[in-house]
């Protein structure tokens, strides 16, 4: 059968390359005989006519969507157009689908959505679609009948170590040169109260060890796998905690440093490196790693968002980082519940102490089920249907709009740096840059080019590129 996946992955994201979620379950339905395509929407002012031409030009008969909780109305309107001008069963996946699956059921264009895990789940409906069977029980996978919900238990969780090689090809052309986005497992120890990874941790309890991860042997089989076909500039590693085990980084180390050898880099945690774990990075050829440090001030930090360690200890984490001569990202939030004048230049300080190569800023967004999310409910600062948790910018609804805008700019401002790489390489624009940097700030520019991205490329795209 003819399968099509949609994927959304917005202008201004910094990734833009697999989803390898999709592609594992790519791979597992080319496996059976499956053909399998992706296309990827860019922007929420995509446009309808070009969607269902670029659909109609696969003429798919099943069509899967996968969606963030932030992205679940865009999905569903998705949904509703491909619906009425396909009319083909369309499934809903993703870690939303987890949270809340009866919200995506309420709509009559919504055939199935699948909970949990979704490899083996969507291989056995595909295969009861093409064998027009009666919609059997598919563990995972959810349905309506009569204008019924059907629902199903969880399955036990995949053995990853079983699972076949994500299926780059769904994303990338053959040959072409790329930077490999993938994961080497799932999941954390740790329960940050902002972060999803606690509910789902729960959701999965009693179904296996949620926490896992691929052993090295398999990982350097998908690289090499990788490296034969593709031409590598780097490889991301976008596991949310690269360095939770050193024992597996000591045998990653030395076969990746023999096998594979391409720069990449990674997440990690300021808690979890110490020179040990760092020296085993640089010697595989790591070049960046990636901290969330959230916030400037120690308080918001530790007691509002769990994440229990010092600004001493960052700027030591950093410090460790440096000497081994690799690069330092970090991630702030701003527009945080607590969030004011004092805490955002506290945050500003710690930035300019640590003096990154890279900085991400994400305002809030309160997640479903958080223990966060949670709190801004109970404080009224978010409405509690939660397909409203779109509303990312917590600051502007509970009044800080000035501090946070100029705390944005200010942030932003230090990313010059990078930015200026890029510029480089279109050196006709530098002038104007530079004056539109000095009249205004780098936050316009950032948002200048943004809209520039998200009116004037193509916003549907059918992949590979
Ligand atoms: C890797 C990752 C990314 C990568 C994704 C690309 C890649 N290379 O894989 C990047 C860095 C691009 C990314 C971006 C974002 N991410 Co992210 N990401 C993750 C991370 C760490 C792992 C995802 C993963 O593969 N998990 C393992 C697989 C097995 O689980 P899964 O993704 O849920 O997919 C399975 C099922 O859900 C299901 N499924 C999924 N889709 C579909 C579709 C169909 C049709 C079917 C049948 C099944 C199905 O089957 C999949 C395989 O079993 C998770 C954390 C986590 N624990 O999941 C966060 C996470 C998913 N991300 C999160 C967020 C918030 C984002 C961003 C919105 C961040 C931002 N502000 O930009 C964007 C959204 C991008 C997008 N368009 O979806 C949150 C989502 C919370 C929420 N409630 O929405 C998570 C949970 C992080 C967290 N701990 O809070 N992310
Ligand atoms: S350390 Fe990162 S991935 Fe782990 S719970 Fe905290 S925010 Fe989530």
Redesign the pocket.
């Known amino acids: 059968m003819k399968v099509v ?1 949609i ?4 202008v ?14 790519s791979a597992v339905l080319k496996k059976a005989g499956h053909e399998t395509f992706a296309l990827k929407i860019r922007s929420k002012n995509y446009n309808k006519k070009e969607l269902i031409t670029k659909l109609k030009e696969v003429n798919p008969e099943v ?10 109305k865009l999905a569903l309107k998705v949904a509703a157009q491909v619906k009425k001008k396909l009319g083909v069963p369309i ?9 809340a699956p009866e919200e995506f059921l309420q709509s009559s264009s919504v055939d ?1 959505v ?1 909970v ?4 083996k ?2 291989l056995e ?1 595909v295969n009861s679609i093409e064998a027009k069977k009666q919609d059997g029980p598919i563990k995972n ?1 959810w349905l309506k009948r009569e204008g019924k919900i059907i629902r199903q238990p969880l399955r036990k969780l ?1 053995n990853i170590e079983e699972l076949p090689h994500p299926d780059a090809s769904l994303f990338h052309k053959k040959g072409s040169r790329i930077t490999y ?3 080497t497992g ?3 120890p740790f329960n940050c109260t ?4 606690e ?2 941790k729960n959701a999965y309890s009693g179904l296996g060890k949620y926490i896992r991860r691929k052993s090295p042997k398999k990982v350097i089989e998908e690289l090499q796998q990788i490296k034969n076909n593709y031409k590598l500039s780097s490889i ?1 590693f ?3 905690l690269f360095t939770q085990n050193i024992k597996w980084l000591e045998e990653f180390s030395i076969r990746y440093k023999k096998e594979i050898n391409v720069p990449f880099w990674c ?1 990690s945690r300021v808690d979890t490196l110490s020179p040990k774990i760092l020296a085993l990075l640089k010697n595989a050829g790591c070049f960046r790693i990636f901290m969330g440090i959230e916030s400037g001030d120690e308080n918001t930090r530790e007691k509002l968002l769990g994440k229990k360690f010092s600004n001493k200890e960052i700027l030591n984490a950093v410090k460790l980082i440096k000497n081994e001569k690799m690069e330092v990202g970090v991630s702030v939030i701003i527009g945080l519940p607590s969030s004011n004048k004092k805490e955002m230049d506290l945050t500003y300080k710690l930035l300019k102490k640590i003096n990154p190569d890279e900085v991400s800023t ?1 305002s809030y ?1 309160p ?4 223990k966060l999310g949670n709190y801004c409910i109970k404080k009224g600062y978010l409405k509690k249907n939660i397909l409203t ?1 779109q509303t ?1 910018k917590m600051a502007l609804d509970i009044g800080k709009e000035r501090d946070f805008i100029k705390a944005q700019r200010k942030i932003t401002n230090l990313n010059t740096y990078k930015r200026y790489k890029t510029l480089k390489k279109y050196k006709a624009l530098l002038p104007i840059y530079f004056i539109t940097k000095f009249f205004f700030g780098d936050h316009k520019i950032g948002k200048f080019s943004l809209w520039i991205r998200n009116h004037l490329s193509r916003n549907v795209v059918l992949l590979p590129e």
């Not at 201004?12 to 379950?25: D, L």
């Not at 949990?116 to 490899?119: A, I, R």
């Open positions: 996946f994927i959304f992955n917005l201004g994201y910094k990734f833009s390359g697999m989803h390898s979620n999709i592609a594992t379950i069509i899967g969507i996968s969606t963030v909780s932030s992205l679940s499934i809903i996946g993703g870690v939303h689908t987890l949270i199935y699948c949990g895990e979704g490899e789940p969507m409906l996978i995949n986005e993938t994961l799932f999941g954390c902002f972060c999803q990874n509910f789902i991301a976008v596991d949310e997440n994400n967004l997640l479903p089920k958080t948790f990312t």
